[in-house]
T-cell receptor
C-alpha cells in the first residue's frame, strides 16, 4: 500500500469551532509531515514528526495543534481559526532521512474553509 | 537556509514540443532533488528525482539534469501531451534536516492541443 489517506476531504468551520484533520499511512514510514497550500503556491511546511516525536515546528500559530498517536496516524487539531487559514492541508510521509533525502508521499488533502 | 528559485512561472507549449523548467538552489550541501507534478485539485505526485551523485536521470519522456557546480537542475519533458498540463514544483533537500523539502515557487505548464 503506497497511499496516504486523509479525512475529511472538505471541511467548513466557523472561527469558534474545534475540528480535527486525520492522516494515515501504512508504508512503515517513520517521518510524517503537515503542509498548508494556497492555490498555485508550493506546499508550506508546518510540522514534521520523526518516530512519533515532533521534530520541526515552523513557527505555526498555536491554534494549530499536531498529534502523532502512533507510527501510522497523524492528526491536526484546529481551534479558533481565522479566515486566512482557509487552504488545502496536505499530509505526507516518507522514510526517515539518512545521508540522502527520500520521496515524500502526499495525501489528497483536506480543503478547509474558515467562515 | 536553503533557497530554491524556479523559472518560468508559466509555460505554454504546443503538443509534441519539449518543455524545460529550471531551478537553482543556494545550499551546496543539498543532495536530493525531487520534481512533483500537481494537477488541479489533486495531490502533488513525484515524477522524477535525482541525487547529487548522478548528473542525469531519464524516465521515458521525462529527464532531470543536475549541475552541482552551478547549483541548478532542470526538468525536461519531451513530446508533450495535454495530460502533462499541471503545476510542477522542484525541491531540494539535504542530510540532517529531517528530510525537509525546500520547494520552488512552481511552474504552471499548459500543453496546447
Amino acid at each position: 500500500d503506497t497511499e496516504v489517506t486523509q479525512t475529511p476531504k472538505h471541511l467548513v468551520m466557523g472561527m469558534t469551532n474545534k475540528k480535527s484533520l486525520k492522516c494515515e499511512q501504512h508504508m512503515g514510514h517513520r517521518a510524517m509531515y503537515w503542509y498548508k497550500q494556497k492555490a498555485k503556491k508550493p506546499p508550506e511546511l508546518m510540522f514534521v514528526y520523526s518516530y512519533e516525536k515532533l521534530s520541526i515546528n515552523e513557527s505555526v500559530p498555536s491554534r494549530f495543534s499536531p498529534e502523532c498517536p502512533n507510527s501510522s496516524l497523524l492528526n491536526l487539531h484546529l481551534h479558533a481559526l481565522q479566515p486566512e487559514d482557509s487552504a488545502l492541508y496536505l499530509c505526507a510521509s516518507s522514510q526517515e532521512q539518512r545521508d540522502w533525502g527520500y520521496e515524500q508521499y502526499f495525501g489528497p488533502g483536506t480543503r478547509l474553509t474558515v467562515t | 537556509g536553503e533557497n530554491v528559485e524556479q523559472h518560468p512561472s508559466t509555460l505554454s507549449v504546443q503538443e509534441g514540443d519539449s518543455a524545460v523548467i529550471k531551478c537553482t538552489y543556494s545550499d551546496s550541501a543539498s543532495n536530493y532533488f525531487p520534481w512533483y507534478k500537481q494537477e488541479l485539485g489533486k495531490r502533488p505526485q513525484l515524477i522524477i528525482d535525482i541525487r547529487s551523485n548522478v548528473g542525469e536521470k531519464k524516465d521515458q519522456r521525462i529527464a532531470v539534469t543536475l549541475n552541482k557546480t552551478a547549483k541548478h537542475f532542470s526538468l525536461h519533458i519531451t513530446e508533450t501531451q495535454p495530460e502533462d498540463s499541471a503545476v510542477y514544483f522542484c525541491a531540494a533537500s539535504r542530510a540532517g534536516t529531517g528530510n525537509q523539502f525546500y520547494f520552488g515557487t512552481g511552474t504552471s505548464l499548459t500543453v496546447i492541443p
